[in-house]
Protein backbone atom coordinates (compact mmCIF):
# COMPACT_ATOMS: atom_id res chain seq x y z
CA UNK A 1 0.00 0.00 0.00
CA UNK A 2 1.04 3.91 -0.13
CA UNK A 3 1.33 4.33 3.98
CA UNK A 4 1.19 2.25 7.30
CA UNK A 5 -1.87 0.66 7.69
CA UNK A 6 -3.22 0.06 10.78
CA UNK A 7 -6.43 -2.75 11.75
CA UNK A 8 -8.62 -2.33 13.53
CA UNK A 9 -9.46 1.48 13.42
CA UNK A 10 -11.05 1.02 16.86
CA UNK A 11 -11.07 -1.41 19.41
CA UNK A 12 -13.74 -1.24 22.49
CA UNK A 13 -12.92 -5.19 24.67
CA UNK A 14 -13.86 -6.24 28.04
CA UNK A 15 -11.50 -6.18 31.23
CA UNK A 16 -9.35 -9.13 31.41
CA UNK A 17 -9.45 -10.15 27.39
CA UNK A 18 -6.70 -10.61 24.60
CA UNK A 19 -6.46 -8.39 21.45
CA UNK A 20 -4.23 -8.17 18.44
CA UNK A 21 -3.35 -5.59 16.71
CA UNK A 22 -2.06 -5.29 13.15
CA UNK A 23 0.51 -3.16 11.44
CA UNK A 24 1.05 -3.30 7.66
CA UNK A 25 4.31 -1.52 7.01
CA UNK A 26 5.07 0.32 3.97
CA UNK A 27 6.61 -2.29 1.08
CA UNK A 28 10.43 -2.30 1.53
CA UNK A 29 10.90 -0.94 4.62
CA UNK A 30 13.09 -2.71 7.35
CA UNK A 31 12.43 -0.89 10.68
CA UNK A 32 8.91 -0.73 12.51
CA UNK A 33 7.82 1.05 15.57
CA UNK A 34 4.77 0.40 17.75
CA UNK A 35 4.04 3.50 20.02
CA UNK A 36 1.29 4.25 22.71
CA UNK A 37 -0.40 7.76 22.91
CA UNK A 38 -2.35 8.46 25.83
CA UNK A 39 -4.99 11.27 26.15
CA UNK A 40 -3.03 14.53 26.73
CA UNK A 41 0.48 12.98 26.33
CA UNK A 42 3.51 12.34 24.05
CA UNK A 43 4.31 8.80 22.15
CA UNK A 44 5.72 6.44 24.47
CA UNK A 45 7.86 3.75 22.40
CA UNK A 46 7.03 -0.04 23.29
CA UNK A 47 8.97 -2.32 20.89
CA UNK A 48 11.45 -1.98 17.39
CA UNK A 49 11.70 -4.22 14.84
CA UNK A 50 14.84 -3.61 12.31
CA UNK A 51 15.25 -6.25 9.30
CA UNK A 52 16.31 -9.41 10.68
CA UNK A 53 17.98 -8.38 14.33
CA UNK A 54 16.27 -9.17 17.78
CA UNK A 55 13.88 -6.89 18.19
CA UNK A 56 14.19 -4.09 20.94
CA UNK A 57 11.36 -4.86 23.62
CA UNK A 58 12.89 -2.24 25.90
CA UNK A 59 9.21 -0.07 26.19
CA UNK A 60 6.84 -2.94 27.13
CA UNK A 61 5.10 -2.35 29.79
CA UNK A 62 4.68 -5.63 30.97
CA UNK A 63 4.39 -8.93 30.07
CA UNK A 64 1.35 -8.76 28.98
CA UNK A 65 2.29 -6.87 25.70
CA UNK A 66 4.02 -8.63 22.95
CA UNK A 67 4.54 -8.21 19.48
CA UNK A 68 5.69 -10.19 16.46
CA UNK A 69 7.14 -9.54 12.94
CA UNK A 70 6.17 -12.02 10.45
CA UNK A 71 8.47 -12.52 7.23
CA UNK A 72 9.82 -8.76 8.10
CA UNK A 73 6.98 -7.34 7.66
CA UNK A 74 3.55 -7.37 9.05
CA UNK A 75 3.73 -7.20 12.53
CA UNK A 76 0.49 -7.97 15.30
CA UNK A 77 0.52 -6.08 18.84
CA UNK A 78 -0.78 -8.29 21.41
CA UNK A 79 -2.02 -7.31 25.04
CA UNK A 80 -3.16 -10.07 27.07
CA UNK A 81 -5.92 -9.62 30.05
CA UNK A 82 -6.07 -6.16 28.87
CA UNK A 83 -6.89 -3.97 32.13
CA UNK A 84 -8.26 -0.06 31.38
CA UNK A 85 -4.83 1.54 31.58
CA UNK A 86 -4.58 0.20 28.04
CA UNK A 87 -6.89 2.38 27.05
CA UNK A 88 -4.53 4.60 23.99
CA UNK A 89 -3.99 4.57 20.91
CA UNK A 90 -1.42 2.00 19.86
CA UNK A 91 0.88 3.88 16.70
CA UNK A 92 2.98 2.26 14.12
CA UNK A 93 5.67 3.53 12.32
CA UNK A 94 7.65 1.94 9.65
CA UNK A 95 10.93 3.74 7.91
CA UNK A 96 13.41 2.40 5.38
CA UNK A 97 16.17 1.82 8.27
CA UNK A 98 16.28 2.47 11.76
CA UNK A 99 17.69 6.11 12.65
CA UNK A 100 17.79 8.83 11.05
CA UNK A 101 15.76 7.85 7.88
CA UNK A 102 11.92 9.41 8.11
CA UNK A 103 9.35 7.26 10.22
CA UNK A 104 6.27 7.38 8.66
CA UNK A 105 3.32 6.78 10.89
CA UNK A 106 0.30 4.69 10.41
CA UNK A 107 -3.37 6.00 11.85
CA UNK A 108 -3.52 3.95 15.09
CA UNK A 109 -5.85 2.01 16.67
CA UNK A 110 -7.92 3.37 19.19
CA UNK A 111 -8.13 0.93 22.07
CA UNK A 112 -10.45 1.59 24.90
CA UNK A 113 -10.95 -1.17 27.72
CA UNK A 114 -14.34 -1.70 29.08
CA UNK B 1 10.75 9.90 33.71
CA UNK B 2 9.47 12.45 30.84
CA UNK B 3 13.47 13.15 29.29
CA UNK B 4 12.15 16.05 26.77
CA UNK B 5 10.18 18.85 28.56
CA UNK B 6 7.53 20.70 25.84
CA UNK B 7 6.16 24.02 26.31
CA UNK B 8 3.66 25.70 26.43
CA UNK B 9 1.34 22.69 26.04
CA UNK B 10 -1.91 24.63 24.69
CA UNK B 11 -1.49 27.89 22.45
CA UNK B 12 -4.37 29.54 21.54
CA UNK B 13 -3.78 32.60 18.98
CA UNK B 14 -5.17 34.62 16.51
CA UNK B 15 -4.41 34.45 12.50
CA UNK B 16 -1.41 36.24 11.87
CA UNK B 17 0.30 36.52 15.12
CA UNK B 18 3.82 34.20 15.67
CA UNK B 19 4.68 31.96 18.33
CA UNK B 20 7.10 29.80 19.70
CA UNK B 21 7.32 26.05 20.94
CA UNK B 22 10.16 25.11 22.71
CA UNK B 23 11.36 21.41 23.89
CA UNK B 24 14.05 20.78 26.76
CA UNK B 25 16.19 18.23 28.09
CA UNK B 26 18.77 17.04 30.57
CA UNK B 27 20.00 14.89 28.18
CA UNK B 28 21.76 14.89 24.80
CA UNK B 29 19.76 13.52 21.44
CA UNK B 30 21.99 12.62 17.90
CA UNK B 31 19.14 14.15 16.38
CA UNK B 32 15.73 15.75 17.13
CA UNK B 33 12.82 15.76 15.09
CA UNK B 34 9.40 17.65 14.89
CA UNK B 35 5.83 16.56 13.91
CA UNK B 36 2.86 17.46 13.57
CA UNK B 37 -0.33 15.30 14.22
CA UNK B 38 -4.08 15.82 13.41
CA UNK B 39 -7.03 13.99 15.07
CA UNK B 40 -7.05 10.78 14.15
CA UNK B 41 -4.04 10.76 12.36
CA UNK B 42 -0.35 9.60 12.97
CA UNK B 43 2.33 12.20 13.27
CA UNK B 44 3.78 13.47 10.53
CA UNK B 45 7.48 14.49 9.97
CA UNK B 46 8.07 17.93 9.38
CA UNK B 47 11.76 18.16 9.92
CA UNK B 48 15.12 16.15 11.36
CA UNK B 49 18.16 18.42 12.95
CA UNK B 50 20.92 16.63 13.87
CA UNK B 51 23.94 19.31 14.37
CA UNK B 52 24.36 21.37 17.40
CA UNK B 53 23.05 25.00 16.14
CA UNK B 54 21.19 23.95 13.29
CA UNK B 55 18.94 26.00 11.52
CA UNK B 56 15.90 24.95 9.09
CA UNK B 57 13.39 26.48 7.54
CA UNK B 58 10.07 25.28 6.37
CA UNK B 59 8.30 27.97 4.51
CA UNK B 60 6.83 29.97 7.62
CA UNK B 61 8.07 27.32 10.06
CA UNK B 62 12.03 27.48 11.30
CA UNK B 63 13.39 25.00 13.25
CA UNK B 64 16.59 25.07 15.52
CA UNK B 65 18.71 22.72 17.10
CA UNK B 66 20.43 24.09 20.26
CA UNK B 67 24.53 24.10 20.39
CA UNK B 68 24.58 21.42 22.79
CA UNK B 69 21.88 19.31 21.35
CA UNK B 70 19.93 19.61 24.07
CA UNK B 71 16.88 21.61 23.39
CA UNK B 72 15.33 23.19 19.87
CA UNK B 73 12.36 25.48 19.26
CA UNK B 74 9.77 25.91 16.84
CA UNK B 75 8.97 29.45 15.54
CA UNK B 76 5.90 30.10 13.32
CA UNK B 77 5.56 32.76 11.39
CA UNK B 78 2.49 34.34 10.73
CA UNK B 79 0.13 31.64 11.67
CA UNK B 80 -2.26 30.58 9.61
CA UNK B 81 -6.15 28.50 10.34
CA UNK B 82 -4.31 25.76 8.96
CA UNK B 83 -1.54 25.49 11.41
CA UNK B 84 -3.73 24.12 13.98
CA UNK B 85 -2.48 20.87 15.32
CA UNK B 86 -0.37 18.72 17.74
CA UNK B 87 2.88 19.51 17.54
CA UNK B 88 5.19 16.65 19.45
CA UNK B 89 9.25 16.97 19.00
CA UNK B 90 11.11 13.77 19.63
CA UNK B 91 15.04 13.02 20.67
CA UNK B 92 17.07 10.01 19.17
CA UNK B 93 20.16 8.58 20.22
CA UNK B 94 23.11 6.84 18.46
CA UNK B 95 23.08 4.11 20.87
CA UNK B 96 19.20 3.66 19.78
CA UNK B 97 18.04 4.96 16.63
CA UNK B 98 15.07 3.23 16.44
CA UNK B 99 13.77 4.32 20.07
CA UNK B 100 12.58 7.84 19.66
CA UNK B 101 11.61 10.05 23.03
CA UNK B 102 8.63 12.24 22.65
CA UNK B 103 7.94 15.48 24.31
CA UNK B 104 3.97 15.40 25.75
CA UNK B 105 3.57 17.64 22.87
CA UNK B 106 1.58 21.14 22.43
CA UNK B 107 -1.38 22.16 21.17
CA UNK B 108 -1.85 24.77 18.80
CA UNK B 109 -4.98 26.67 18.02
CA UNK B 110 -4.91 29.07 15.38
CA UNK B 111 -8.55 31.00 15.04
CA UNK B 112 -9.05 32.92 12.13
Known amino acids: GAGVSQSPSNKVTEKGKDVELRCDPISGHTALYWYRQSLGQGLEFLIY????????KSGLPSDRFSAERTGGSVSTLTIQRTQQEDSAVYLC????????????FGQGTRLTVV | TQLLEQSPQFLSIQEGENLTVYCNSS?????LQWYRQEPGEGPVLLVTVVTGGEVKKLKRLTFQFGDARKDSSLHITAAQPGDTGLYLCAGGKSTSYGKLTFGQGTILTVHP
Open chain 2, 27 to 31: SVFSS
Open chain 1, 93 to 104: ASSLAGGRTEAF
Open chain 1, 49 to 56: FQGNSAPD
